[in-house]
Every structure is written in C-alpha cells, then in structure tokens.
C-alpha cells in the first residue's frame, strides 16, 4: 500500500477509524484539535459519531457510557484536558471497560503554552487518576508509530479489558511525516461477554459498575485487577534498542527527544564514544528487565526528557542503582539539539 503524507495528529484519528473506532467524544484544545476536526469529517462517511462535548469531562463520560456497551471509543486532548478527564479515567479503569485516550502534551504547568513537552509523566504513569490503578501507556516517537500504537493499543485495551493511552506531544501531533496505514492493527473482537449492550434474555444481565460499598469486595476486585496487572507486565511490554550491545553510556529517551538522542548517539559513536539508546515505547508497562539487564555491562546511565526529570526514578528503581544515572532535560516548550545532548554523553565520557 502506498504511503499517505499526514500530520501526526490526522494519522491517529484515521489509524483510530480503520482500527474500528466509530465513537469519538472530544473537546478542543491545542496542539491536538485536529484529531476531532478530522474525526467530525471522517466519522460520518463509516457511519460513526463524532461529538464535540460541552467539556472534557463531559466527553470522558461520554467514552465511559460507550465503551461500557462494547464498542470501540476514544477521547484525546492535551495536558490540562487529561487532568480535567483524570476522574472518569479512574471510573473507566475501576469499570474494567477499555477504551482510548490521547495526550498531545503541551508545556505546564498550570495553562502553560502550546508548545512540545514530556511533563505529564507522572500523570500518565503515576496517577492518571484517583485510586489502585494503571492504564497501558504508549509512547510514539514518529507519526508512523502514532498510527500504528493506535492500533496495538486498542487490540490490548480490548484484551485486558484497560484504558490506553497514547501519550505523544506537540512536535508530533503538528508533524508530517509518510504513513503506510496497513500496518495498523483492526482486529476487533466479535463480542465482548462483559458489555452492557442488551442481551435478549438470551445471556445474564450485566452490570458496569466502579461502586462497591463493602471493603471486603473492593479489596478482592483491586487484588484481581493487579494480578491482570502483573501478566500485562510479563507479556506486553515494547521497548527500542539502538547500538546497545557495547555501550558505556547508555541514554534513556522516548518519543519526539529519543529521535533527538539517536541522532546524538550516532555522532558520540562518530567520535569513538559508545553511546547506545534504549527508548521505552510503552511507559506502562515499564521495560525494567530490559534496563536491568544492560545496568550488568552499561557504566553509566543518561536520561533525556522534555521535563524535569520525571522519568529518573523509573531509570533508578529499574537498574537497582547498579550504576549512575544522570539527567539532561528541556521544559516549558523547548526542545534541545542533538549537539546539546551530544556534549552531555561527552562530558560523562571524560
């Protein structure tokens, strides 16, 4: 199939539609509206329902009653729409009800600005709502991987019956790149036993619910959950690995910065230094075996975010501190050249 040119943000929306999704509630905001401007044009030539919402919460909700009957439902926004969404997303996972979610991050905090950022970290990984919970996060780092973790995440969300979201920013969202969309994953399940979509008096009713008033019932329904926990971090975690099998310096870098990274990586080794990369493409899952293991010939550890530092800990917790990690990181919008991470692996190489 031939190759489509698209912005990041359009490739998610028709990677959405071909993967199934016919149900699309959204709220505009920067870098990410055109998802549910491409959606309101798309979704009514495959019989589909596009919604602009009165507000993001009003949307998650709107993702949670759909998907609650069995049909494929999304909702994306950007950083301070997730956080408005994070109560319904917590509903979503305490439902067991899969469904997608996208963050086009954008610089915080509070209303920042618009441009690219890696700042809703913790969010997505840590507390993307209240309560005992994960949700699959995804993290593309081109506009090809936009589309094709649109379909991967819906196919797992089904399978484990989560919430997934795809957790990309500004730089990709705007971007355009070449798609082959027939990488895009649209198995769909022919029926989900669990939905609330009528059932005829041929099946039991079934309920879909976050409510349980006795502990005792909580408590066994959250231990359960961990358990589904626990098999999708042995079976579904995806990880990139570049010029590792030597490397002194190992960087850690996903999305738009790990492309910035293996840029830099590529000079380092240019000069005679060996740098590898080893790039997260799900964030939850955690690809701590992976890390762990190259902490047994690695010297040192870099990481490189479009934030704080908010994914040093994992790096840390992963390696058992066997070895350094340092940080090198831009916020607020900003993003480095590869020269300026190039001299980071330099200054640890001396």
Not at 107 to 136: E, R, V
Not at 140 to 154: D, I, N, Y
Not at 320 to 340: H, I, W, Y
């Amino acid at each position: 199939m031939a190759k489509v040119l698209m912005k990041g943000n359009e490739a998610i929306a028709e990677a959405a539609i071909r993967s199934g999704c016919r149900h699309y509630f959204g709220y505009p905001i920067t870098p990410q509206t055109e998802v549910a401007e491409y959606m309101a044009k798309k979704m009514p030539k495959v019989d589909g329902l596009c919604l602009q919402a009165e507000s993001e919460i009003a949307a998650i909700n709107m993702v949670l009653g759909a998907a609650a009957s069995g049909v494929r439902a999304m909702t994306s926004s950007s950083s301070p729409g997730i956080s408005l969404k994070s109560e319904g997303i917590s509903y979503l996972a305490g439902s067991d009800v899969p469904c997608l979610i996208l963050n086009v991050q954008r610089g915080g905090p509070g209303l920042g600005g618009i441009q690219p950022a890696q700042s809703d970290y913790y969010q997505a990984t840590k507390a993307n709502g209240h309560g005992d919970l994960h949700l699959l996060v995804f993290a593309p780092s081109s506009v090809q991987e936009m589309a094709s973790l649109t379909g991967k995440a819906f196919a797992i969300g089904d399978k484990y019956r989560m919430p997934a979201m795809i957790l990309a920013d500004g730089a990709l969202g705007q971007m355009m790149e070449p798609v082959d969309f027939s990488e895009i994953d649209n198995t769909v399940a022919a029926e989900k036993d669990w939905a609330a979509c009528g059932h005829g008096d041929k099946r039991k009713r079934n309920i879909v619910n976050s409510l349980y008033i006795q502990p005792e019932v909580l408590e066994e329904l959250v231990v359960e959950r961990f358990k589904k926990y626990s098999i999708v971090e042995e079976n579904e975690v995806l990880y990139e690995e570049y010029m590792t099998e030597d490397a002194d310096i190992v960087l850690v870098s996903y999305g738009i910065a790990s492309r910035i990274c293996k840029s830099a990586v590529a000079a380092a080794r240019a000069k005679g230094i060996k740098a590898g990369l080893l790039r997260p493409i799900t964030l939850w899952p955690y690809p701590k075996k992976a890390l762990n293991k190259l902490a047994d010939t690695a010297k040192q550890f870099l990481v490189v975010e479009l934030n704080m530092g908010q994914m040093v800990d994992d790096v840390k917790v992963s390696i058992e501190c066997k070895k350094p990690v340092s940080f090198f990181g831009r916020t607020g919008g900003m993003l480095p050249d590869p020269a300026d991470v190039l001299a980071q692996i330099e200054k640890l190489a001396k």
